[in-house]
């Protein structure tokens, strides 16, 4: 059995944990649902534990690719396993909370689970298979009837041979009520009613019954009729004696057996451990049938490819430490940028936990930690707005990134203005990408971004390819190397069956505000060129900053707009002071004035 220290473990924040869909309900498709074949609770506990902590110990990983491969390539042994072993063992988890306090039919469970199992654990449980056997009647349990073994205690051996003749004597009384009533023997049957045994007739021998007083109707129901009479109430009494006699002798038989399962109480805990393992083992192969590289070929979905009746179109993942470890990836809306950092995101995932993945070829180095941002995450609950959200995750990420660590962030500046959202979003890949170095995947609108690569060693281009035929947006999903030259979000609107006046009156106002004409274009180089000056004169700018500097602004415009013109000279020196205090406002103060 393998032990993942906490600290030994792939982190996975909960910000990735939703994004990348790794649980959530029964309806929705997420990771777990897809990796879980398990048939025990602690096999499906236990693959829930793999899933939030992957491992990143290479050897660990390798041990468990080994398995599932071994139980792959043999499915039959899987099979029985599954069929016959972990079928047994389902409720084990159960058995062992409850072990002081076990029944006949608990113990015997116990007692298949080590059986089973014995070759896998140590050898002391013989001990406890030998108990077992010796007090319960084996035979018996195949007709789910729990015992304790009447050749074991002599005033058990006398209850049991009483209970015989009372039954015999029951079927005596069968026979009488048979002849009493001239009905055939086999038109009248014993039950059990209220614990207690009467005989029952067809409603077409009702009136036989009732006009007999020797009998006495106990209820009659549309197709039958329920009595008794005097000599089978004594019987019942003498039985409910002879059942309470056995009753407290296996009362205190189960007490002494439950104080000797006591002390096997972790060794069962073994037990459970080795058959989760094996568990989840079964279940990835059931599933499928220090470089610094995440590189994976025609990977696909996981999650999608599984529940889609499309066909998913593959893609390459190619990550490396020195030359792609920071892939900015433009393109339309709809074209499959989510879809791609989720994909990228599930796969190390599977792959450290040491699970087949979807592709034809795979090469991935351990990463410590995933950190993500993926959809706006606005919190409505809290009052926190799209862009306090971006700014929170992207703070997280920032603080807690490693160089060892995945970060997927899918756009990041749409809660705020055009200029201020691409400053920031250009402000914190640079530092992704040169002060932590981790790898990262960065789905963008902003198509200036990509100027990053002329920049920044290890940067690279990526985009998702879409063709314009015939005045058509046409989306591929194949993610290419290089930038897209322009938006198609007007073309993704009139795919998406906007109003054709619509359409229309966007592209008039694209035209006139064109972001692609020199004059702009020229614009953000220079707001570009003066970002890097930033970083050297206020170091020390964090998201945190950026959150209370807008917060700074947006106070001001509403004090601004209530105050009378004798004390905007007061309201000025107030924020002037509020300015100079906080490192993101003095940073576009700077950029200003240069």
């Not at 100027?451 to 998702?464: A, D, F, S, T, Y």
Request: proline share 2%.
């Amino acid at each position: 059995m393998e032990e993942v220290a906490i600290d030994n473990g792939m982190i996975i924040e909960e910000e990735a944990i939703e994004g990348l869909h790794l649980f959530g309900d029964k309806k929705e498709m997420t990771l777990f649902k897809h990796l879980n074949r398990t048939h025990t609770k602690i096999g499906e506990k236990m693959i829930k534990e793999w899933i939030r902590q992957p491992l990143i110990d290479k050897d660990k990983i390798n041990k468990r690719l080994e398995l599932v491969e071994g139980f792959y390539e043999n499915s039959e042994i899987g099979l029985k396993i599954k069929n016959e072993e972990l079928a047994i063992m389902a409720d084990l988890e159960k058995l062992i909370k409850g072990i002081n306090k076990s029944d006949l039919e608990s113990i015997v469970k116990l007692y298949e689970a080590v059986r089973i199992s014995k070759k896998r654990i140590s050898e002391e449980m013989e001990k406890f298979e030998e108990m077992v056997v010796t007090l319960i009647d084996i035979e018996e349990t195949k007709n789910h009837v729990f015992k304790i073994r009447e050749d074991f205690d002599e005033g058990l051996q006398k209850i049991r041979e009483n209970h015989k003749k009372v039954e015999e004597l029951f079927e005596k009384c069968l026979e009488q009520a048979a002849n009493d009533l001239s009905i055939k023997t086999d038109k009248i049957k014993i039950i059990e009613y209220n614990n207690n045994l009467i005989l029952r007739v067809s409603k077409s021998n009702e009136k036989e019954v009732k006009k007999n007083k020797k009998y006495t109707v106990i209820q009659t129901l549309k197709g039958e009729c329920k009595f008794t009479f005097k000599e089978m109430q004594t019987l019942n009494v003498k039985r409910d004696k002879l059942n309470l006699k056995e009753e407290e002798i296996n009362k205190k038989f189960i007490e002494e057996i439950n104080k000797v399962i006591e002390g096997y109480k972790e060794t069962f805990k073994e037990l459970e451990n080795i058959i989760g393992y094996i568990d989840c083992i079964q279940s990835f192969a059931t599933n499928e049938s220090e470089k610094g590289i995440i590189k994976i070929k025609k990977a696909r979905h996981p999650l999608i490819e599984n529940n889609s009746i499309n066909t998913f179109i593959e893609n390459d993942i190619d990550i490396n430490r020195k030359e792609t470890r920071f892939q900015i990836i433009t393109g339309p809306n709809m074209g499959g940028k989510s879809t791609y950092l989720r994909m990228i995101g599930l796969c190390v995932i599977m792959a450290q936990i040491g699970m087949f993945i979807p592709c034809s070829e795979v090469d991935i180095s351990i990463c410590d930690k995933i950190m993500c941002r993926i959809g706006a995450g606005d919190n409505i609950v809290e009052g926190m707005s799209t862009f306090m959200s971006e700014m929170k995750d992207t703070s997280e990420i920032i603080k807690k990134s490693t160089k060892n660590s995945l970060v997927l962030i899918d756009e990041l500046g749409r809660g705020t203005s055009t200029y201020d959202g691409f400053g920031i979003a250009w402000g914190i890949s640079e530092y992704l990408a040169i002060d932590i170095g981790c790898y990262c995947v960065f789905a963008t609108h902003f198509h200036e971004i990509t100027g990053l690569e002329k920049r920044v060693n290890g940067v690279i281009n990526k985009h998702v390819e879409a063709d314009i035929i015939d005045k058509q947006l046409v989306l591929k999903y194949k993610i290419k190397n290089g930038s897209t030259e322009q938006s198609l979000a007007i073309y993704v609107a009139e795919w998406a069956d906007f109003p054709h006046e619509v359409v229309e009156s966007a592209k008039r106002k694209a035209k006139e505000l064109d972001l692609d004409q020199p004059d702009s274009k020229k614009k953000i180089e220079i707001f570009t060129n003066k970002i890097p000056l930033l970083k050297d004169e206020i170091p020390q700018i964090t998201p945190d900053d950026i959150v209370k500097g807008k917060s700074i602004i947006n106070n001001f415009i509403h004090e601004y707009k209530s105050t009378s013109s004798d004390q905007l000279i007061s309201l000025q020196n107030k924020y002037y002071q509020l300015l100079l205090s906080n490192p993101f406002l003095k940073q576009l103060e700077q950029i200003s004035l240069k």
